[in-house]
């Protein structure tokens, strides 16, 4: 056995939402976004693209985006 480590290529699966037609419509900089929310810029941009994140910076953008954590389809999609 060689001394060389093999690593898994871990992917990532994305997932659609509105987070960036919802921000744009509401004329806010993705930095705008991340200081409502009080998350990072590159957290959002990552949200945005679909990445997977955790249910309480899912709730933080909602209520950043100006809407109840009832109206989550609105923001996620049917997650």
Request: proline share 0%.
């Given at each position: 056995?060689?001394?060389?480590?093999?690593?898994?290529?871990?992917?990532?699966t994305l997932k659609s939402n509105n987070i960036?037609?919802?921000?744009?419509h509401l004329l806010m900089s993705k930095s705008e976004l991340a200081r409502e929310a009080g998350l990072s810029v590159l957290t959002i941009a990552?949200?945005?693209?679909?990445?997977?994140?955790?249910?309480?910076?899912?709730r933080k953008i909602i209520k950043a985006l100006g809407f109840s954590v009832q109206e989550k389809e609105k923001v996620f999609g049917g997650e």
């Open positions: 056995m060689s001394g060389f480590r093999t690593t898994k290529k871990r992917t990532r960036k037609r919802l921000r744009e990552r949200v945005e693209e679909g990445a997977a994140c955790r249910m309480a910076t899912k």
